[in-house]
Structures are given as C-alpha cells and as structure tokens.
C-alpha cells in the first residue's frame, strides 16, 4: 500500500544523546516535511525539502538536522542543541505545487528524559 | 508572516446539534486546508479550499472559503459521537518574493468532543 512510514512509533532517550528519527514515502511525493506538535497545540515547521539534495528551515530548525539523499527518505536527527526534544513528531509528504493536499506519518513521539 | 487563529479551542456540543468552527488568517493565503486528529494520532486530510467562495461538502462536515474575511469556517451538521476529535485549519505560506510553497501554517485546533 502507498504511504508514509515513520519509525519508531515510540522512542525515549537520555538529555545530550542524538535521535535520528525515519520518515519513507512510496508515494513518489517530491516535496517532504518535518512538523513538531507539542501537547494541546497545533503544529510547527522544522524542515521541508522539495527536492532531492535540498532543504530549507522551518519555523523551528534550531537544534534539528535533516537530510535528504533520497527521493523518497527524509530523515530527522534531533540533536543535543534542542533545549526541548519531547515531542510528537509528523512527517508528511505532497506533489509539488500549492493546493495540493499535504498527506501525513503515523508520526514519532519522542520522549527525552 | 501568516498568521492563523482558530475559535473556539474546545466545543463540547449534544449530538444531533449543529456548530460551526472558526479559522481567521493574518494575510493572503492561497489556500486553507482543514484536517482531523484523534487523540494519539496523525492527522486525517479532510479538505483542500483553493479559492473565494469554495465549498466543499463530505457527510456531515462542510468546509468554506471567504478569501476577502480571511475566514473559512467548518460546519457540523447533526453532530455525532464518531465526529469527536481534534480539528486543524491551516493555511499556505505565501513568501514575500512571491509565488508559493507548500508551507502550511497551523492554527492552534478545535478540540470536538460530542456528547451522546
């Protein structure tokens, strides 16, 4: 079945450890994202790539990493620079061009304790 | 910058009533998507409104677009429990050297809770 897959579901780390979290399309979706959602709030933008070997900032890049190798691979590392890591964290994917619908992960939570 | 509110922030309403969500934007947004969340979950695409004046119409939610008010609203008609979730708009960022990118700015959700 088409889709994105996110992985892991679940993860916890220790304060000051690198995450690296997965984020795999079938779709054959040029454009990809990373949303953080915190408890009770809407969404954020921490990075969006529209092409292969390219990405640009979001809202809230700071402390995140992402790369972007593969058309369909678009992982996130969250690094120790991040004052606040935990987080639900979405990926999603779309066609290139404004209006079309913007299809999202199951989605990570990460825990940082 | 884009901005998107949304109103209320929690609904609780009977079922078999009707409510409108509220989502007003800051500036010019080439479109505004509407899109469901349950509890733990990701985010369900329910609509696309793409210019002045759409509607758009699946089962008990309808979902229009004033693009002049900076306002769509998400209407439910004779609400049922199944309906119960978080709602988002969002709107599409517009950068200031034009054209558009599928940056999609959130507002904040409508958490829907419909009693029996």
């Known amino acids: 079945d088409g889709g994105i897959t996110q992985s892991p579901k679940y993860l916890f780390r220790k304060e000051g450890q690198n995450v690296t979290l997965s984020c795999e399309q079938n779709l054959n979706h040029d454009a990809m994202y990373w949303y953080r959602q915190d408890p009770g709030q809407g969404l954020r933008l921490i990075y969006y790539s529209q092409i292969v070997n390219d990405f640009q900032k979001g809202d809230i890049a700071e402390g995140y990493s992402v790369s972007r190798e593969k058309k369909e691979s678009f992982p996130l590392t969250v690094t120790s620079a991040q004052k606040n890591p935990t987080a639900f964290y979405l990926c999603?994917?779309?066609?290139?061009?404004?209006?079309?619908?913007?299809?999202f992960g199951e989605g990570s939570w990460l825990t940082v304790v | 910058e884009l901005k998107v509110e949304q109103n209320p922030l929690f609904l609780s309403m009977q079922e078999g009533k009707n409510y409108t969500i509220y989502c007003n934007y800051s500036t010019t947004s080439d479109r505004l998507y509407w899109y469901r969340q349950d509890p733990g979950k990701s985010l369900e695409s329910l609509f696309v409104?793409?210019?002045?004046?759409a509607v758009k119409q699946e089962g008990r939610l309808m979902a229009s677009l004033d693009t002049k008010a900076r306002l769509s609203t998400l209407h439910i008609t004779a609400a049922v429990h199944d309906l119960s979730a978080t709602y988002f708009c969002?709107?599409?960022?517009?950068?200031?050297?034009?054209?558009?990118?599928?940056?999609?700015?959130f507002g904040t959700g409508t958490l829907l809770a419909v009693q029996p």
């Open positions: 969002a709107g599409l960022h517009s950068p200031s050297y034009g054209g558009a990118t599928n940056k999609l700015i």
């Open positions: 999603a994917s779309s066609i290139l061009g404004a209006g079309n619908t913007i299809y």
């Open positions: 409104l793409l210019s002045n004046g």
